[in-house]
């Protein structure tokens, strides 16, 4: 049975030690000149200046081939707005909530090309699709795995852990489209180097 196409980003799953994730966040800020729009399960990289008003530190949806600080998940409700939307709309200033453990583990989906991702790349290293934008209605992210981009470099943004395991996320052994895998973000902004090499 073919696994379904239900992209909603990356969410946070568990911690390396095997604890359940219990919600916790960090808060940043979305800065008004940013003119892309963010979603619950967008990755996001901080760039490099800070929010004048709170002193907390800037984020910005995060790119393919490049360092990555933690997943959304979620946003401070606007108490001048009384229709604040579930995601941030470009070019306005938000104050986001961050899960950016570096130990922490997410789970997604492979996009539906034509090179899906093999069991046996379990370990190697992927990285994101961000050219999607998200639901306005959900509010949840377009983000993906780039099932095409798996190898062994070391700074690319993601390390691939497991398949979920699930009766409805069926793995086969060459592999196939939109399989949900367990990740780790490789290339973290708050761990020690720029990411380990896959094996």
């Not at 008003?53 to 600080?69: C, E, K």
């Not at 699709?129 to 993906?144: K, Y």
Request: hydrophobic share 40%; charged share 15%.
């Amino acid at each position: 049975m073919a696994n379904v196409n239900k992209v909603n980003g990356f969410k946070p799953f568990r911690y390396m030690n095997g604890a359940p994730y219990n919600g916790a966040f960090t808060k940043y800020v979305v800065p008004s000149g940013d003119g892309t729009a963010l979603f619950v399960g967008d990755l996001v990289k901080a760039d490099g200046t800070g929010d004048l008003a709170t002193g907390l530190r800037t984020v910005i949806r995060a790119t393919a081939a490049g360092a990555v600080i933690g997943a959304v998940v979620g946003f401070e409700p606007d108490p001048t707005a009384l229709n604040t939307p579930q995601y941030r709309v470009a070019s306005t200033r938000r104050i986001v909530y961050v899960a950016d453990d570096p130990n922490l583990l997410f789970v997604a989906q492979e996009d539906g090309d034509t090179t899906p991702i093999a069991v046996a790349s379990i370990g190697l290293n992927a990285s994101l699709i961000s050219t999607s934008g998200g639901s306005t209605v959900s509010g949840n992210s377009g983000m993906q795995i780039d099932s095409s981009s798996v190898s062994a470099t070391e700074t690319i943004e993601l390390k691939l852990m497991s398949a979920v395991q699930s009766p409805d996320n069926e793995l086969v052994t060459s592999g196939q489209a939109y399989t949900r895998w367990v990740v780790k973000i490789n290339n973290h902004q708050l761990g020690s180097s720029t990411g380990t090499a896959g094996v």
